[in-house]
């Protein structure tokens, strides 16, 4: 059911899209809305939800908007000092990235935001694990789902699926790499490590429970059979697509917050302190 939900919503996708939708006209305010959703889906991994510094590695550094230069930097791409092993990939459909010029608009819409201090809300991950129990892991499956969606999904996509390669690859689960790969990084400068050891955000525990959550993709479940649920299913479907053809809706992990949501409506995270992880105040 889920395969036949998923052939037919992408049909009719293709077919809105052909059909030449129509473009919303957006004020300032609005568009940086929708830039939050872009910039929390693609940036915030590296450069926190304001710019701010988020681990000590040189990936993970402080930023500040500059407007004569960001748009450049975002479509192009960056490699501002060669020996520190980090670089940042270009964003632009025109340059290999996967954000078209709509996109990358309301980025800068939303990033202009932290001059005014009329900052939106970053919508909250929205990614889930469709199960609990995880063969031979024992990490927080729905948490290592969170870090997925706010560490991993901007370049790597659904379900490591990958977006635009090569800079935005796609990647298989090995259980024998897959932990020493994010947590350390590559010789490649567009995939630093991510562990707190080498300067990176992730503590011990946030690593166990990614890598529990990557690990469910191959763990089978009950296929649903028809529904009436699985046919609601599909309406709300069609809404979203609906709604992605007109170009209002950005984030596939995460949720978009609505008109009355304030900023105080992001969802707080789990704080691995609380489960006695001996990496989570080595910011601190």
Same mark, same amino acid.
């Given at each position: 059911m889920k395969r036949l939900l998923a052939l037919v919503s992408v049909t009719l996708l293709l077919a809105l899209l052909a059909g030449g939708a129509p473009t919303l006209a957006q004020d300032d305010g609005q568009a940086a809305r929708f830039g939050a959703a872009v910039y929390a889906e693609f940036c915030q991994t590296?450069?926190?939800?304001?710019?701010?510094?988020?681990?000590?590695?040189?990936?993970?550094?402080?930023?500040?908007?500059?407007?004569?230069?960001?748009?450049?930097?975002?479509?192009?791409?960056? #490699?501002?000092?060669? #020996? $520190?092993?980090?670089?940042?990939?270009?964003?632009?459909?025109?340059?290999?990235?996967?954000?078209?010029?709509?996109?990358? #608009?309301?980025?800068?819409?939303?990033?202009a935001t932290w001059e005014s201090g009329d900052v939106p809300s970053?919508?909250?991950?929205?990614?889930?694990? @469709?199960?609990?129990?995880?063969?031979?892991?024992?990490? $927080?499956?729905?948490?290592?789902?969170?870090?997925?969606?706010?560490?991993?999904?901007?370049?790597?996509?659904? @379900?490591?699926?990958?977006?635009?390669?090569?800079?935005?690859?796609?990647?298989?689960?090995?259980?024998?790499?897959?932990?020493?790969?994010?947590?350390?990084?590559? #010789?490649?400068?567009?995939?630093?490590?991510?562990?707190? @050891?080498?300067?990176g955000p992730l503590t011990e525990t946030d690593l166990e429970d990614l890598e529990t959550y990557v690990a469910s993709w191959d763990v089978q479940t009950q296929e649903s059979q028809p529904s009436p649920a699985g046919w609601a299913t599909f309406m709300v479907i069609l809404g979203v697509l609906a709604i992605l053809a007109v170009g209002g809706y950005y984030g596939g992990g995460f949720a978009q917050l609505s008109d009355d949501e304030d900023d105080d409506t992001q969802t707080e995270q789990p704080d691995p302190a609380d489960r006695g992880d001996p990496g989570a105040n080595a910011k601190e």
């Open positions: 590296c450069h926190g939800p304001r710019g701010e510094a988020i681990a000590e590695g040189a990936a993970f550094q402080a930023i500040a908007f500059d407007a004569e230069m960001a748009r450049e930097v975002i479509a192009q791409g960056r #490699d501002s000092d060669p #020996d $520190d092993g980090a670089a940042m990939p270009a964003y632009a459909q025109t340059s290999g990235g996967p954000l078209s010029e709509a996109q990358i #608009d309301q980025v800068m819409a939303y990033m970053l919508p909250a991950p929205n990614l889930r694990a @469709e199960v609990e129990l995880v063969p031979d892991h024992f990490g $927080d499956v729905q948490h290592g789902a969170t870090v997925y969606a706010t560490s991993c999904y901007g370049c790597h996509g659904a @379900e490591g699926r990958g977006r635009v390669p090569p800079n935005f690859p796609g990647f298989a689960y090995d259980p024998d790499t897959f932990r020493t790969v994010v947590a350390s990084g590559t #010789d490649h400068p567009l995939m630093p490590g991510f562990s707190v @050891e080498v300067g």
